[in-house]
T-cell receptor, first 112, second 115 residues
Framework: DTGVSQNPRHKITKRGQNVTFRCDPI?????LYWYRQTLGQGPEFLTYFQNEAQLEKSRLLSDRFSAERPKGSFSTLEIQRTEQGDSAMYLCASSSQGASYTFGSGTRLTVV | DQQVKQNSPSLSVQEGRISILNCDYTNSMFDYFLWYKKYPAEGPTFLISISSIKDKNEDGRFTVFLNKSAKHLSLHIVPSQPGDSAVYFCAASALSSGNTGKLIFGQGTTLQVKP
C-alpha cells in the first residue's frame, strides 16, 4: 500500500471549463475526506464519505462542485464552470476511524 | 469565523533549541486536537494528537500540551533539527459530536530551524 494517491498532481484549466480530480485512498480505510487549501491558509473541509455514502458537505461546496465515491473505493471531485477563485490545492485524505488522517499529495488547480 | 487560530505565521529557532508552536481555539465542543506537518509539494503528515481528557502527550522529541480552560494548545519540539523545517498546522475535531472526523485547521506556522 503506497498511501493516498491523487491524480493529476497539477491541472491548469481555462475559466468556464470542467475539471475532475481522482483520489485513491488507502484500501482498508472506509472514511474519505476532501479539503481545499489556498495560499497562507490551512486546509478547509469540503466533504466526507463513509464507504460510498456522502455524509457531510461544507457550505464551501457550491452547486458547481460534486463528489462521488462509487463502491466505496476511489473518489472523484468535479468542478463545473471553473472560476479563478477555485484555484487552490485540493487535498484528499482517508482514515479507518477517528481523525488521524493520511493525506494525499494533493492536486494543484490553476484557473486562468 | 476562525475557530482554530495560529497567530504566529512564522518561527525561527537554532538547531538543538526548543521550538514552541502555539494554537488557540474557540469552540468548546472540540475534544480532539492534532498537529500536522507539511513540506512543500506534499500533503500534510500527521505528527501527534491529544484528547481533551489529557493535558499532555509525548512522542519522542514532540510534546503537545493542552490547556482547556484557556482553549490553548502548544507543540514543543526538543531538540529542534533542520529537518523539522516545515509548515505546522494545528487542527481540532469534535469527535463526541457525530464522530465524522472532520477537522478544522489553523492557518499554519512556518518553522525554520537554522543549523
Amino acid at each position: 500500500d503506497t498511501g493516498v494517491s491523487q491524480n493529476p498532481r497539477h491541472k491548469i484549466t481555462k475559466r468556464g471549463q470542467n475539471v475532475t480530480f481522482r483520489c485513491d485512498p488507502i484500501s482498508e480505510h472506509n472514511r474519505l475526506y476532501w479539503y481545499r487549501q489556498t495560499l497562507g491558509q490551512g486546509p478547509e473541509f469540503l466533504t466526507y464519505f463513509q464507504n460510498e455514502a456522502q455524509l457531510e458537505k461544507s457550505r464551501l461546496l457550491s452547486d458547481r462542485f460534486s463528489a462521488e465515491r462509487p463502491k466505496g473505493s476511489f473518489s472523484t471531485l468535479e468542478i463545473q464552470r471553473t472560476e479563478q477563485g477555485d484555484s487552490a490545492m485540493y487535498l484528499c485524505a482517508s482514515s479507518s476511524q477517528g481523525a488521524s488522517y493520511t493525506f494525499g499529495s494533493g492536486t494543484r488547480l490553476t484557473v486562468v | 469565523d476562525q475557530q482554530v487560530k495560529q497567530n504566529s505565521p512564522s518561527l525561527s529557532v537554532q538547531e538543538g533549541r526548543i521550538s514552541i508552536l502555539n494554537c488557540d481555539y474557540t469552540n468548546s465542543m472540540f475534544d480532539y486536537f492534532l498537529w500536522y506537518k507539511k513540506y512543500p509539494a506534499e500533503g500534510p503528515t500527521f505528527l501527534i494528537s491529544i484528547s481533551s481528557i489529557k493535558d499532555k502527550n509525548e512522542d519522542g522529541r514532540f510534546t503537545v500540551f493542552l490547556n482547556k480552560s484557556a482553549k490553548h494548545l502548544s507543540l514543543h519540539i526538543v531538540p529542534s533539527q533542520p529537518g523539522d523545517s516545515a509548515v505546522y498546522f494545528c487542527a481540532a475535531s469534535a469527535l463526541s459530536s457525530g464522530n465524522t472526523g472532520k477537522l478544522i485547521f489553523g492557518q499554519g506556522t512556518t518553522l525554520q530551524v537554522k543549523p
